[in-house]
């Protein structure tokens, strides 16, 4: 655990928590404790999204609070990746989506190099909120100019195996097309419709590959890869939604700390144009956006 003295108000984006920058290592643990002292001390982990994803973070943070408390941790020996658990429920496959979509920004500055994010906070509890943040991002991008509008929605498959639990990367995307005639009832329908008929665990062609590649040579790709959609101002996806639910802060305490509130911060994507995190829990909505700094 690294420990660090700093005002950091987890609200304003990354300005003031610079240490957040740093990037993970790819040959030493892709993840890492951090204590932030300040007026509200703060626990951060933080984790490389190529080998855990948000579940998969919640499933380590709760191992750690289990230990501060003196409890035992339950661990995890999974290896399982993502497109072989998928495979193993479903042997359709798909296309990769072409980079089509507009983003809700408009078109891209000069390119720079990272993203910026932002948290806002909702009191109370809130419904359909995948469908209504979809609109928003799409009536934003239309502000801008003609195209069709992607949402991705990250979709944790470790429930298509009973009793699964694993730390790693075991998201698939489905992906939810936004019209003029859509509405937030339909897209909430749209991600049933897709979940029922297990469209979570249809693999992208030749996706399964990228579990040969190193992570040093996939970050060179996705550099030039990056410089290309952003001066064609075509993405993949207008935005990434993500949704964790509502969070039980008492397993989260242990050891002297006690959350109040539990957020998280979006992967360092630099081409989509725009990525949310929502985390609930009996009291409030926490959201944080992401955008490149190219389109920010």
């Known amino acids: 655990m690294r420990k ?3 005002e950091c108000d987890g609200r304003g984006g990354p300005g003031n928590a610079p240490f957040l920058c740093d990037p993970l290592p790819y040959t030493r643990p892709t993840c890492e404790v951090l204590y932030l002292e300040g ?18 973070t919640l499933t380590w943070m709760e191992d750690v609070f289990r230990v501060l408390r003196s409890e035992n941790p339950i661990g995890s020996s999974s290896t399982l990746t ?15 989506h072409p980079a089509d979509t507009i983003a809700p920004t408009g078109k891209a500055g000069k390119n720079i190099n990272g993203t910026t994010w932002k948290r806002l906070t909702f009191d109370g509890t809130h419904t359909k909120l995948l469908g209504r943040i979809g609109m928003a991002i ?32 075991l998201s698939m995307a489905l992906n939810v097309e936004i019209s003029k005639k859509s509405t937030a009832d339909s897209i909430t329908y749209d991600i049933i419709r897709q979940l029922y008929n297990q469209h979570d665990c249809i693999c992208v062609e030749g996706g ?30 207008s935005c990434m939604i993500s949704n964790h639910g509502k969070i039980d802060l008492d397993k989260f305490s242990g050891g002297g700390f006690s959350a109040d509130t539990i957020f ?33």
């Open 138 to 169: 799409a009536g934003s991008a239309w502000k801008y100019g003609r195209g069709p509008v992607r949402i991705g929605i990250p979709v944790d498959v470790r429930p298509r195996i009973a009793g699964l639990r694993s730390t790693g990367n």
């Open 4 to 6: 660090i003295s700093a």
């Open 82 to 96: 993502e497109y072989l658990l998928a495979s193993s429920i479903s042997d359709k496959t798909k296309k990769m």
């Open 39 to 56: 007026a509200i001390p703060r626990i951060i982990f933080r984790t490389s999204h190529g080998v855990m994803d948000g579940i998969g």
């Open 264 to 296: 998280f911060i979006p992967p360092r994507v630099d081409w989509l144009p725009s990525f949310v995190i929502l985390a609930g829990n009996e009291e409030r909505l926490e959201v944080t956006v992401s955008v490149p700094h190219s389109l920010g």
């Open 208 to 237: 399964d590959y990228l579990d040969l590649v190193p992570l040093w040579l996939m970050g060179i790709g996705v550099k030039l890869i990056t410089k290309i959609i952003h001066a064609a101002g075509r993405y993949n996806f």
